[in-house]
Structure formats: C-alpha cells, structure tokens
C-alpha cells in the first residue's frame, strides 16, 4: 500500500517504520547525496509504478520535492513527513521531555493548512504535549512588523523568489510602521524580537506556531500552517485579526504529531489512512 523513498540515515529511519506498518516497500538511496538539491537515485524504483503505491517522504530535498509535484499532478495519495509543529527544536534529538523523538505526518499535504476534526482518542493522546503549551493573550500594540523569510529551497520549490521583495512593498502600501527583516541564518532569535512586534508576517514557517502562542497577531501565505488563524491579506495590517480558537487550532496541530513510538505501533497509520484530504 505504501512505498517510502529513502534518502538518507537521519531521516530513512523516520519513514521507514511508518512505511513497513502499511506493508510497504521501501525504496532505498544507491547512496547518500549530502547536498541539499541533489538527486537521490532509487535503483528499486520506476517512474511508471509511481501510481501503484501511495508515497511517503521526509522534507522536500534530494528529490523528494519532485515526488511530490509529481504526486500532486497525479492526484496520487503521498505522505509528507517532517520537523514537528511544537517542540520543534530538538529536531532529529530525543525530546528530553517524552524521550522520544517527535515528528509531524501529513497525508497530501506538506503541512495543515487546516483544523483537522479530532476524536476522543487524539483529545487524550495530544494531553501529554499540552501541559506544556502556553497560550497567552493577544498583544495589540507594537511598534514595527517583523518579517520572517522562508529559506531559499522552500523559495524554490514554490517558485517564490521574490517572496521577501514582494511582502515588503506590500506592507509599504498599507503601514509606515518600521519593517524588520529575520532570516534564517541572523544569530538573534525570532522569539526575543516579538515583545514590540505589531504583526509577524511568514510565508509557510512553523515558526508561527510560537508567534500566534506567544499573543502576537500573524500574516502567513495560505499553504501556511497558521492558516485558520492568520490573515492572508497584507492590507489588513493595521487592522489584525485576533482569533478566538488558538486553542482548537493548536489541538489540531498536535494531533498530527507523533512520537516514534506511536508511528512504530501502527497507530499513526491507521489513523491517516483513511483521512480524506
């Protein structure tokens, strides 16, 4: 049912378990390509049986991206696997706190762009991770907006390249508040630039998700994450919206992420399984 494109160690031995709990067939790298835009081949794999097995990756590098593309031309089911929605930071570490690692699982989609409608089941799991969840009040008021670039492979892979160029005359059009640009690569973390920040504005990052918890108001692209709760118009950035379900929204959230544990059980498949998205 499933069929997992591998491309290197610190990522396979995310995708694999979840692929051999469908009763899939992995599709090995013939070695590791360690630059970010290479090609990974797959001795096993014919572009032809594409359609036969429902896709999983890690990310969008080494080829993945395309898979996807490809996948989405189709209207063929893929799986996309990545860095978690909350607790983030550790990455591929063992979280200290659950002693696991945590990772976030979307079926044809590279994240949730969406509330997702959540049972009993996830309203227990998900406890576990919101004890440690603070979600404090709005902010309304803050002197400059804070711009959040994506990196230059989600620029390319969306065919944004202009994104920061273009977000920034925007904002020109509609406030004469101060515009501070945060990249990837600035040594000043996002989180201590948020205490007079008036508005966020991101295209897909999840850094949102610790923007909207901490009460600042967002802007975000509508493949984003923080779609549900986030204006997608920059006209609108003196006027921010504050939403009322943060709470439903971050639930969400943290029913699409898991343990590896719980992607080993079996349990994250059959609970995608037979989404419909």
Known sequence: MLQAFCTRPLTDWVIIPFTNSGNGII??????????????????????DLTKRAVVVFGILRGTGELIKECEKLKHTYYHIDHAYYFKE???EINPIFNDKIYRITKNGLMLNYIDVIDEIDKERIQKFKKYIDIKPWKK?????????????????YNILDWEKQTVKKLKQYTDREIIIKNKN????????LS????V?????????DVLLEGVPSFCNNMSVANPVSYTDLSLIETPFYPDNREEW????????????????????NRLREKII
């Not at 599709?27 to 032809?48: F, V």
């Not at 600035?186 to 630039?193: A, E, F, G, L, V």
């Not at 504005?201 to 998700?209: G, L, N, R």
């Open 27 to 48: 599709h090995r790298a013939a070695y590791e390509i360690r630059e970010h835009y290479g090609q990974t081949i797959w001795p096993s794999y014919q572009p032809k």
């Open 90 to 92: 550790y990455k591929h």
């Open 201 to 209: 504005i991101t295209c897909q990052s999840t850094a949102a998700v």
């Open 250 to 269: 971050i639930d969400s959230l943290l029913a699409n992420q898991y343990l590896i544990r719980e992607i080993e059980s079996g349990f994250v498949w």
């Open 141 to 157: 008021s803050g002197d400059y907006v804070l711009v959040l670039p994506p990196s230059e492979h989600v620029k390319k892979w």
């Open 186 to 193: 600035d040594q000043k973390s996002y989180m201590n630039m």
């Open 196 to 199: 007079n920040a008036w508005a």
